[in-house]
């Protein structure tokens, strides 16, 4: 996925629900960009994913 601002973000570490509700929160770890949100992720089919 990508943060707001377009910079790759990858979910390692995080669990994704069957509704595809990422957790944790995600955070962008590109210097300088300050996206930090609670993501869910669209059209999400593929169940749980820990
Ligand atoms: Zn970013």
Redesign the pocket.
Known sequence: MT?A?G?AIVLSGHTISARGEVRPSVV?R?PG?D?HDWVRLKDWTDGVLT
């Open positions: 943060c601002r910079h962008c590109t960009c996206f």
